[in-house]
């Protein structure tokens, strides 16, 4: 089991940055796929992208696609989430998220496919 806690949001302005970290605990980090959900007040949990264990496949989600950046330090076990050109859409609380290793990363995912999950950081965007 991996533990997870998450860090770096806050409150920024339309058109700028923000740099989310989670960091893990526990032996099967390096093992594990990592994911990036959010959700706003009043709405389903949602995916951002998933990064296989080595870090050499990615998804995004359609709405982040070429804005955000996902990453992975397995020495450190850290994954981060570089969000650029940030929108008030943008506004929720951002999970990172440990799962399986998975077959495949050309699509979405569910938040029942992952397996542990941090408490959560405030991400707000003001227009």
């Known amino acids: 089991q991996v533990q997870l806690v998450e860090s770096g949001g806050g409150l920024v302005q339309a058109g700028g940055s923000l740099r989310l970290s989670c960091a893990a605990s526990?032996?099967?980090?390096?093992?594990?796929?990592m994911g990036w959900f959010r959700q706003a007040p009043g709405k389903e949990r949602e995916f951002v992208v998933v990064?296989?264990?080595?870090?050499?496949?990615?998804f995004y989600a359609d709405s982040v696609k070429g804005r955000f950046t996902i990453s992975r330090d397995n020495a450190k076990n850290m994954s981060y989430l570089q969000m650029n050109s940030l929108k008030p859409e943008d506004t929720a609380v951002y999970y990172c998220?440990?799962?399986?290793?998975?077959?495949?990363?050309?699509?979405?995912?569910?938040?029942?496919?992952?397996?542990?999950w941090g408490q959560g950081t405030q991400v707000t965007v003001s227009s």
């Open positions: 990064i296989s264990a080595s870090g050499s496949s990615t």
């Open positions: 526990g032996r099967t980090f390096s093992r594990s796929a």
């Open positions: 998220a440990a799962g399986p290793t998975f077959t495949s990363y050309s699509g979405t995912y569910s938040p029942a496919d992952f397996r542990s």
